[in-house]
Each structure stands twice: as C-alpha cells, then as structure tokens.
C-alpha cells in the first residue's frame, strides 16, 4: 500500500476530550506562590483575572477533561481536525532516508494554532458573563485569534501589541482590526507601567512580559473584563493538547511511530500542544527511555531553556504576577527584535520547564538565519511559507533529516507547522537579501541534555 501524503481524519474523529499532562507526572509541579510571603497561592487568588472554570482546568489533576460542544462546533469552523502531511519533496531535496511528517495548524482561518485554545478562553468567558476580553501579543498570532474568538462570542478584544513586531507586522495589526479588536502598540500610554518605560526610553521595542503586565494592568482597571493568555499557563496547553490527540489517531491510521516530535517554543503552547499526549503515552507506558524523542525548539537570542535559570520568576516585567517555576532569563529581559515575535517571551511554561529539567524533553536553539533558510527551503519544496517561529521547528527536522542521512538511519521526523508566514514577508525579504546556503548553515548552536 502506498502511503497517503496527507492523513485526514472525519468530523466525527475530533476528539472529545482534551488531555491534561499533570495526571500523568509522577510528582505535581511545583505551585505557583505569592511573591510577597513566598507561599503557595489558592485557586481565589486568579479570581480576578480568569473565569472560574479556567481556574480549575489549571489546577486539575484528571487526565481528560471534556469540550464543550459549543467549542467542538468551533473547531470544525477552524478546519479541525488538521491534517498530517508528508514532506515528501523536502525528503527528495535532502536525499535522507528520513520520513518528515508535518501537522497542519497553519490552515486555520488566523493561520496558526492559537485559536484552539482562543475560542475556548472566549467560550468559557463568555458564559460567566464578561463582556470585554484583554490579551498581550507578539508576532501577532494570539492576538488575532483572541480577536476572532471574541467577535465570534459576541466580546469586546483589547490586544496590547509588543511594539517590534507592531512596527514589523502592520498587517496582523489590519487583522486584528477587521476582526473588531483594538491594538496598541506596547509599551504605551494606556498604562502607568508603560508610561513609565516611555518616560525613560522613548523608542522601547517592548516585549512579551511589558506587554502581559499592561494587559493585566488594563484589565485589573476595567469592570466586566478579563485577562486572556496565549501560552505558559496550564489551561492553555490544555486547550492546544486537540492538536497532538489528532496526531496520535493520524500516525496510528498509517501504522508509523515517530522518533522524534518536535516543536518551536516561546511560551510553550504549540509544542505542549503537540508533544503533551505522546509524552503522556510514554510515561503512562513506564517504557522509560523507548519511545519517541522529544525536542523544544527556541531561538538564540531569547534561549530561556538552554541559557536561562530553572527558578521561580515573575510572568511579566511589572512583576504583578504570582512566582512560578521556569527556565527564565529574568522578567526584566528585552529580547532582541527578531522576526520570530511570538517567540520572544523571557521564560517557558513551568510544566515544560519541569519536563527539561527532569530530561524529558531536550532543549535546542537555532539562530534566525538558519531557521529562516530553512523556512525558505520548505517554502521551495513544499509550497508552504512557513512562519518565523515555527522556521525554529523545521530548521530542527532538517537538521535531524541530514543526520539521518549521514548516519542511513530510516528516522522517523514529525514537527508541529504552527502557522503560516504570508504576513511576515518582510523578514524573509531581509533574509533573501543576504541568504546563506543550507550547507553553509549552522545546525543548534547551543543544546541542554
């Protein structure tokens, strides 16, 4: 039998339930604390920020947790389930003997992964009567999801743009717009805190931890409205765990099993997302070693799990988030303005975080060169601009692809295409002004065993 090159599944396949890693650690992960008497918070503590059933996705223990019809309704409108794709002509420019399967999340209407758990979040607001939801952004991708989800529920959507990728990206800006969201550029003059940056450094590029802590300043200040986030929290990989359930059932109609799954990591979502329900497999297996590799992929100029400190931290700069327990770089760190926005957030998801340090998952971190002439390559064999941050992920698969034919091992490569990159042709305009070749491209420069 010939192998397909996409592996589709019916409606009636998408899954049920989504899956929650915590029921499947051997220890919990450490909690998050008050930072002012350094002691575990309570589920009241996030009351203002987050509706109530959120709250308790984020603290639960059970290994699924149903989805709500309303919002599997949703995510055929976002052309769930997704399919599994073959890099067959990515394969034949290498000359590897690896097979490289991709999962398609740039086919949703906002083109990335971000609506699977958006249009959850707006749900679950929406019941509990908000009216007005807040959220920080980088490249764009969040933002415009949470923009959709909110329109579609009948929400107000106030996104606070990192001010880099705003100056970069005009037209997810435009996006967000038509979706009905109002965007600001961040740092800015809406909050005390941005004010404060915009007194000391006029031109400030922001990043993802200023422009969380003038959402949660924004929201905190505003009746009938709460916070959104696009990563790091628990709730949220929960959201994006549809994406990997797809996988497991696509891999198991082919009869293949990967040997490595890999995924780009800013705050942690999308690789979560993918590679949470074939860990959970593994560690309900108690195979120990066997089983696929796990690789998180970040850039070098914000790499939190290969440079960075697993220690307690603030999520944001301002420092009004509860502590929790992270590779981080410290809240007060100013990313580099690389195209990959959505990347350039200080710190990683603690559940990922925990996984890194136990050895679980391995780190790696490409450079933004490489990771867009790979992107470039994909885009040339397999039709598909790629977007910048997940370029990370498939710079790591060719890497792999080439090991592999260099050692003629038949691996087996599966990565997460996270979203697309139609909007971010100004940054593969720069990198094709000044393009390396592939073999004069470095692979990861700096790993974390």
Same mark, same amino acid.
């Given at each position: ?97 690896? $097979? ?9 209407? *906002? +083109?990335?992964?971000?609506?699977? &758990? !958006?249009? %959850?979040? @707006?749900?679950?607001? $929406? ?9 920080? *952004? +980088?490249?764009?991708?969040?933002? &415009? !999801?949470? %923009?959709? @989800? ?300």
């Amino acid at each position: 039998m010939v192998e397909p090159i996409r592996v589709v599944l019916d409606a009636d396949e998408l899954p049920k339930s989504w899956y929650n890693l915590p029921a499947d650690l051997p220890e919990p992960l450490p909690p998050p604390l008050d930072p002012e008497r350094r002691e575990p918070i309570g589920p009241e503590a996030l009351e203002p920020i987050f509706p109530k059933e959120l709250i308790r996705q984020e603290v639960s223990r059970e290994r699924f947790l149903p989805i709500p019809e309303e919002v599997r309704e949703a995510y055929l409108l976002l052309n769930r389930p997704s399919p599994l794709q073959r890099a067959h002509r990515l394969e034949r420019y290498l000359r590897t003997p690896a $097979r490289i399967y991709f999962k398609r999340e740039d086919l949703s209407p *906002t +083109g990335s992964h971000k609506s699977n &758990t !958006a249009f %959850a979040q @707006a749900y679950y607001n $929406r019941r509990e009567g908000t009216e007005r939801l807040v959220t920080e *952004t +980088g490249a764009g991708q969040w933002g &415009t !999801a949470l %923009a959709l @989800a909110a329109k579609q529920f009948g929400l107000a959507c106030t996104v606070f743009m990192v001010r880099a990728s705003y100056d970069q990206k005009p037209y997810r800006r435009v996006v967000m717009n038509l979706y009905g969201a109002e965007v600001t550029p961040s740092p800015s003059e809406r909050t005390e805190f941005g004010r404060g940056l915009l007194a000391r450094q006029p031109d400030h590029p922001g990043s993802l931890g200023i422009a969380i802590s003038e959402a949660l300043e924004h929201a905190l200040g505003s009746p009938g409205t709460k916070y959104a986030l696009g990563s790091v929290l628990n709730h949220v990989l929960l959201h994006q765990s549809v994406i990997g359930l797809e996988a497991q059932r696509q891999f198991e109609k082919i009869d293949v099993r990967p040997d490595y799954i890999i995924g780009c990591v800013g705050g942690g979502s999308n690789f979560a997302g993918f590679a949470y329900p074939f860990l959970g497999e593994r560690l309900r297996s108690g195979r120990g070693e066997d089983g696929p590799q796990f690789l998180a992929v970040e850039p070098v100029d914000i790499p939190s799990m290969t440079r960075g400190r697993y220690e307690y931290d603030f999520g944001d700069s301002a420092q009004r988030t509860p502590l929790l327990k992270m590779y981080t770089l410290g809240s007060s760190f100013v990313p580099s303005p690389i195209h990959a926005g959505g990347l350039r957030y200080h710190g990683a998801a603690p559940s990922l975080s925990a996984l890194v340090d136990r050895g679980l998952v391995r780190a790696i971190a490409v450079g933004e060169a490489e990771s867009f002439e790979a992107g470039r390559i994909f885009a040339a064999t397999e039709g598909i601009v790629p977007a910048p941050e997940s370029n990370h992920a498939v710079r790591a698969a060719i890497d792999l692809a080439i090991a592999a034919k260099r050692s003629g091992e038949p691996t087996t490569i599966a990565f997460n295409l996270s979203g697309g990159g139609l909007l971010d042709l100004a940054g593969y305009a720069e990198h094709l002004r000044d393009a390396p070749t592939l073999e004069a491209a470095a692979g990861p420069v700096a790993v974390r065993a």
